[in-house]
C-alpha cells in the first residue's frame, strides 16, 4: 500500500514538470513585455531594459527553462513580476479563500445529490424522479456564473441578507459555494441515480431478496453501497477540479483566491505566479485523486486485495 | 505415414501477468492430419482457446514451432502471412460478440473476400456470398439483415459462411456450439461434419465439452493448465484413458442414462489453479489421487505408450 | 401431513415491456411432493426460470406478472400472499440457487456475513454467538473451511461461490430448493463435486428440490420425477425411468432433445436435430405451440391445443399420443 | 428476442438502415425530441437572423437616445447601456455560441480521434507516450489552459476557438481511446485480422463504425459544455470582446446595471440555458437510444 502511494506521488513529478513546459512555451509566445507591463508605459527604456536583464528575460528560451527548473528543484519558485513577492508565499495567502469555497460546495453538492439520486432511483419512474432529474438537467445547463449573479441579485440586493462580494464572514462563502455546487449536485444526482438503478438490476440484490429482505432493507444494506463506490470517484474529480479555482465564480463574487490569481497573471505575463499556481493546483488535484484511491481501498475489498498481493 | 496438414512443436504462449508469467500454454505437441478433426478438451484456464490462437498468429507464440505444410509459419514475414491466412480459418465462441454488429450479412461474409482479392468484381462477390449462404443453409432473405436481428444459430452459420468464404483448408473451432441451446447445436454440428465430408477440411476443435468433441473428432488432446497430458484416438480414450486427469474428466460428465446412475462416484478433489509461475512437475499432481513423491520433480513429457496413445504420466 | 408440497396450477405469466407482451409461462401445472427432486428440463425461453421466480414471487417489478393460476406451497396460496408474508416464506421456507455465483454474491460482504444475514432476517437464533456457530456449521457442511468466513466473494473460485450460495440457500432448512442452472457456468469436475453436494445434503436435510437445467446428463443423475418444458407449457412429465426409457411413449419435442446430443455410448456420424427454431414468445403459434417444428404434425395440431394424456403417471401433451383421438 | 419478432419470414428482408432503428427508439423519448426541438429552432434562429438583422445598424450601433429601456413592444428585450436593442443582439449571439459550440468540437474532434485512435489501437509505447502527454493536459485546471492560450494568441473569435479546441484535444483523445480500446478486444476483430485485414483497414471499417455512438453523445454533451465555458471566459474578458454579440459579454456588460435593469442579465442567460439545455437533452437522449440496454 505505502509503496503504491509513493508510486504514484512520484508519478506526479513528470506530470507536474510537463505543465512547467507547456506553460513556459505559452507565456513565451504571448506577446508583450513583463517588464515593461510592471514599470508602466512611460517608464524610461533603460529601466525596462535593466529589468529584463535582472529577470534575464534576454537569454534564449533553453536557458531560462533549465535555469527556472533548476531553482524550482531547490524549491524556489521565482518572484511574482507583478508584485515582487515570492510566488509561493502569495498561493499560500490567496488559497484559504479557493479552499473554503470548494470544500463547502462539495459538501453542499454532496449533501443533496446524493440522497436525491437514492430517492429518484428507488422511487423510478414517480414525480419525485421526474422532478429531480429535470432539476439536474436544468442545473447541468445553468452557467455557474449566471446563477451567481441571480443569487446577488435575489440575496443580496433585494432581500439584503448576504454580502455580494468579499471574503469576510462565513456568510460571504455561502452564495459561491452554491453557486459552484450546483453543476457538482446534478452530476451527483444523476449518477448516484443511475448506478443505483444499476445495481438494484445486479444477482446479489435479488439474492438478497430471495433471502426474505424487505425493499427498504435490501436498498440500505446491499444496493447502497455498491452504488456509491462510483460516486466517490465522481465526488473527488469534483473536489480537485474546485480546489483548483474557479476563474470565473472568483470574478463574480470578488474573491481573491487561486483562480484571480491566475487570471491576473495571465493579463500582466507573470510567467512564474501562472506556472505556479496551475501547477499546485494540479498538484492538488492530483493529491485529491490519490486520496480517492486510498479511500477505495478501504470500501471495496476486491480493489484491497490488489494492493495486498501486489 | 503422410505429413499432418498442422504441427506443433513444442509451441509455448505465457502472458505476463502482475502476479508473474502465466503459463498459457505450455510446451504442446501436435499433429492433425488432413481431412481429419482433432479435438482438444479441457476445462477453463487450460490454455485450449489461446492454443488455437497462437497456433493462427492471431496471438504470438513465446516460443516453440508451428508446422503447416511442413513450414514453420511462426517465421513468416507480415506480407507471406497475410497470404497464408486464406488457408487457415477460425470459427469462434459467442456468436453475438464475433460479428461486427455495424455490418450486413452479405458485408459479414464478403469482407474477407475483399480484403484477401480473391475474387474480383461486385456481381461475383455477390454470388459468392449467396454460395455462402447457401453452403451453410441460411437463407437469402437474410442477406441484408444484421446480426443482432438473427438467433445465435443463424449468427454461428454466417461466422461459418465468413471462415468458408477463402475456401480454408484448416479451421480452429473454438467452441463453436457451447452458446447454443442444444437443439440449435446438434444443427450446427450436423452442419460442421457435412462441410468437412465436401470440402475435405481439417478442423481444430476446441471445446469443454466432452461429448461434443468425441462425437467430431478422430483424434482427442486432453489439456491440463497450458499442457497437453493425453492424446490418441476418439474411441480409444473414451475405453482405456490413462491419465489420471482423463479418468477423472470421463467420469465428472453427466451421462443422460440411468443406468450411469448408480456407477460408483470416483470425483476428483480441488479445483482448477491458475499456471502462474508453474512448478516443475506435473499440473495435476496437486489433484491427482494416485499422487507420488516423483510427479513433482520434474516435467513429464508425453511418452507413447501403445501405437498412437500418448500421455504424460509417470504411471506409464 | 400431506404429502403435496408445492402445486402449481395453470400458472400463466407475462411480461409486458413497452415493446411486447411475452407470455413466458401458459397453463403450467406441477406438483412436488416433501423430499422429491423435480427436474424441469427445457432450452433458453421455455420459461423455466419465469416459474422458479414465480414461486418466490421475485417477478421483475412493473414488468412481470402472474396473469392467471395458483401456486400452493404447503398449504399457502403464494399468487394471494401479501409482500409480508413472502418476506417470510423466502428464505425460510423455500429457497432459490441461481446460475451464475460469480454475480450472486455482494462483493462488498463477506461470506460469513452474507450467511449470518439470513439467519438473522428469520430470527433463528437469539445470540451472536449462536448465529456464528451456525454458520460455521453450515460452511463444513457445504464443504468449506469456516475459518474463510471473514473472506470476500471475489476471493474464492467459482465452484466455492456456487458453494456458499448453497449454503445461504439451506441455512434455514427450507423445505423447497429452487435451483436454477446450478451447476451451469461450472466445469465439468467442479459440476460432479457440487451436484454430489446438493445430492447428500437433500438427502440429510430432507429438502425436496425443483432442479431446473437444460441438461439432460445432470437430470438423469440427480432427478426422481421431470418435466419438459416448451414454450411455456410442460409438455411431457413423469419419472425419471418413464422420461429416460428410450421404448417408452415420448412426446415428439422430447425424443428431438435427446436426438441432439451426442451419444457417448454410440458411434452415430450424424444427430438428428429438432428443425427450426424456438417460437417467438410473443407471438405463439395456435394450436400445439410445437406443431411448427414437429416431425409427426396433423393437421389438427395447427388448430387445436393438444390435452395431456396420462399413463401410470406419465403425462405426455400430444395429438399422436391422445387414446381419445386415436379411438375415433 | 428472436427473429421472428424483426423478419418476417415469408418475404425477403429489406436493409433496413441502423440509423432508423435508432431514430425509431431516439423519437420515443420526449424531452429527447424537445431538446432537438429546440436545438433545431436555435439553428433556425441562428440561420435566418442574417436575414432579417443588419449587423451594423441593429447589432452593434450604439443609439444612446434609446439606452436602458424597459421590455416593450418596440424592444421585447428592452435596450441595453448604448441603447442596443438586447433582442436583436441575443439573437445574434445566437449565431455566434453554435459557431464557436461546432467549431470547438469539430476540431478537437478531429486532432482528439487521430491521437486517441493510434493511442487506443496500438496500445503499450505508443499509448503509454500520448497519453502521458494527455495527463499533462488534463492535469490542469480545464480553463486556465483556454485562457493562458488566448493570452499566447491575443482576444478575438478565432482565437478563442482556437484555444477552446487545443485545451478540449485531450478529453476527446481519451474518450476515444477507452472507446476504441473496448472494442479492439473483441472477437469480431480478431476474426479480421484471421484474414489477414490490415491496420488501416481493422480502424476504419471494424472500429470506428462501433465507436461512433458513445463519440457522438460525447461530441453533444462537450458542444453544451463549450458554449459554457466560451460564456463564461467572455464573462471575465478574456473570450470574444465587446461589441461582438456574445451571451458572456452581454451578461459581463449588464452585470454593472443589474440593480436598476435586471433584465439585461435575464435575457443572455435563458438563451445560454436553452441552447445548453438542448444540447444536455440530446447527448442523453443519443445515449438511451444507442444503447437501449440502460434504459429501464
Redesign the interface.
Known sequence: MLRYVVKRLLLMIPVIVGISFILFVIMDLTPGDPARSLLGEYARQEDVDALREEWGLNDPFAVRYGRYLASAIRGDFGKSYRTNIPVVQEIISRYPATMKVATLAILFAMAIGIPVGIISAVKQYSLVDFGSMATALLFTSVPPFWLGLMLILIFSLMLRLLPSVGTDSWKSFIMPAAALAAAQMATMTRMTRSTMLEVIRQDYIRTAKAKGASQRYVVLKHALRNALLPVVTVVGIGFGNLLGGSLIIENVFGISGLGTLMVNAVKSKDSPMLIASVMFAALVGGLVNLAVDVLYTYIDPRVRSQYVKG | MTRPLVETRDLKKYFRTPRGWLHAVDGVNLTISRGQTLGVVGESGCGKSTLGRVILRLLEATGGEVLYDGENILTYKQDKMIEMRKKMQIIFQDPYASLNPRMSVSEIIAEPIKVCKTIAGRKAIEDKVYEMMDTVGLARRFVNTYPHELDGGRRQRIGIARALALDPEFIVCDEPVSALDVSIQAQILNLMMDLQEERGLTYMFVSHDLSVVKHISNDIAVMYLGQCVERTQSDELFDNPLHPYTQALLAAIPVPDLSARNRPQNIIRGEVTSPVNPKPGCRFAARCPKVRPECSVEDIGLKEVSPGHFVACILY | MEERLLEIKDLHVEYVTDEARVFAVNGLDLTVNRGETVGLVGETGAGKTTTALSVMRLLPDLVGRITRGSIILDGIDITRATEADMRLIRGEAVSMIFQDPMTSLNPVMTIGEQIAEVLHLHEKYDTKEEVEHRVDEILRLVGLPPERKGEYPHQFSGGMKQRVVIAIALACEPKLLLADEPTTALDVTIQAQVLQMVRELKEKLNTAMLLITHDLGVVAQTCDRVGIMYAGEIVELGTAEQIFQKDERHHPYTVGLFGSIPDLTRKTRRLSPIEGLMPDPTDLPPGCRFHTRCPHRMPVCEVESPRPSYNGGHLIRCHIWDDRRCSQ | M??????N?S??????S?LKAIWFRYR?NKLAMFGLALFLSLVLVAASSGLFLDYDTQVIEQRMRERLQPPSSEHWFGTDQYGRDVFARVVWGTRISLFVGVFTVTIALTVGTLFGALAGYYGGTVDNVLM??M???L??????LA??????L?PGLVNVLLAMAIARIPQFARIVRSAIISIRG???I?????????DG?IIM??IL??AIGPIVVQVTLHM?TTI?GV???S??G?GIEAPTPEW?SM?SEA?EW??YH?YL?VFP?VA??LS??SL??IG?GLRDALDPR?K?
Open positions: 428472436t427473429e421472428q419478432a424483426t423478419v419470414p418475404n425477403p428482408v429489406k436493409k433496413r441502423q420515443k502521458r502527454i495527463d499533462i493536459f492535469a490542469m485546471p480545464g480553463t486556465i485562457v493562458a492560450i488566448v493570452g499566447a491575443g473483441q472477437e469480431f480478431e476474426a479480421a485480422k484471421a484474414c489477414g485485414t490490415r483497414r471499417r471494424h463504425p462501433n453544451a459554457l460564456a463564461g471566459l464573462f471575465i478574456l458572456g451578461l452585470k443589474m440593480r435586471p442579465m442567460g445560454i440555458i445548453v439545455l444536455n437533452l442523453d440502460m429501464n
